[in-house]
C-alpha cells in the first residue's frame, strides 16, 4: 500500500498539489499569453484575465472546498483523541471556524478578480491568508498540548518553523504592501500587471510579491504535515470516522 492509500492521507496530499497545479497551470498559461510577467506576479494576478481566469476560479474553488474537507477531518480528530481537555476542546473550535473562514476567502479571491470587484478581492485576500495564519498558530498550539501522547516534540517544532515562516513573510508583505500603496508610485499601481525594473517601487512590488509566494508555501508545508496524521484515520460506513 503507497503512503497516500492509507487512512485519509489522501486529503491533505491532495489539497497541496491541487492548490500548487492551479497557481503553476495558472502562471504558465498568463505568462504564455503575456498577461503578467514572468518574475514573481502576485498570485491572483495571473488568474485575472481569460482565459486563465476561468481555470484560476475553478480550481481555487475546489481547492476551498478540499480545505475545508481537510481542517474538518482534522478537526474531528482532535475532538475524538481529546474528549474531555477543556482548553484542547475551546482551540480546536476556533481552529475550525479560522479555517472555514479562510476558505471563504480563498474562494471570495478566485471568484472576485481585482480587475472587477478590487475590495472584494482584497477582502478575500486578507481573509484567506489572516485567518489560514491564524488557523496554523492554532493548530501548533494543539500541538504543543497534544506532545508527547498523541504528537512527538518533531511535529510540534516542524510547525512552529512553519508558523514562523509564514509570520515573517506575513510582515514582509503587509509592510511592503502598506509602503507600495500609500506612497505616490501613479494612479495605477493597484491594478498594474507589468512592471519595469525601472518603475518607481519596483523593489517594493517584488518583495511583497515574493513575501506572498512564500507565505503560501509554508501553507503547504503546514498541511503536509498532517499527512502521518491523516495515515491513521479510516472512514467507515455511515460517515463514521474511526482511528487506528
Not at 65 to 70: D, E, F, R, S
Not at 124 to 140: I, K, R
Not at 196 to 222: C, I, Q, R
Amino acid at each position: 500500500m503507497w503512503w497516500f492509500q492509507q487512512g485519509l492521507s489522501f486529503l491533505p496530499s491532495a489539497l497541496v498539489i491541487w492548490t500548487f497545479a492551479t497557481f503553476i497551470f495558472s502562471y504558465i498559461t498568463a505568462i504564455t499569453l503575456h498577461h503578467v510577467d514572468p518574475a514573481l506576479p502576485y498570485i491572483s494576478d495571473t488568474g485575472t484575465i481569460p482565459p486563465e481566469r476561468c481555470l484560476f476560479g475553478v480550481m481555487l474553488n475546489i481547492a476551498a472546498v478540499l480545505g475545508i474537507a481537510t481542517m474538518y477531518v482534522r478537526y474531528k480528530q482532535v475532538h475524538a483523541l481529546n474528549p474531555e481537555e477543556n482548553l484542547i476542546i475551546k482551540l480546536n473550535k476556533a481552529g475550525l471556524v479560522l479555517g472555514i473562514l479562510s476558505c471563504l476567502g480563498l474562494s471570495l479571491v478566485a471568484n472576485f478578480q481585482k480587475s472587477t470587484l478590487f475590495i472584494v478581492h482584497v477582502c478575500g485576500a486578507v481573509l484567506a491568508f489572516s485567518m489560514g495564519s491564524f488557523y496554523m498558530f492554532v493548530q501548533t498550539i494543539l500541538s504543543y498540548q497534544m506532545q508527547p501522547k498523541i504528537h512527538s516534540k518533531q511535529v510540534f517544532w516542524v510547525r512552529l518553523l512553519l508558523v514562523i515562516w509564514c509570520g515573517v513573510s506575513a510582515l514582509s508583505m503587509m509592510t511592503c504592501s502598506s509602503i507600495l500603496y500609500s506612497s505616490d508610485f501613479g494612479p495605477d499601481v493597484v491594478q498594474k500587471l507589468h512592471w519595469n525594473p525601472e518603475d518607481k517601487g519596483y523593489v517594493l512590488h517584488l518583495v511583497t510579491t515574493a513575501a506572498e509566494w512564500s507565505m503560501s508555501f509554508s501553507f503547504f508545508g503546514f498541511f503536509l504535515t498532517y499527512i502521518r496524521d491523516f495515515q491513521v484515520i479510516i472512514l467507515t460506513l455511515f460517515s463514521r470516522t474511526s482511528f487506528i
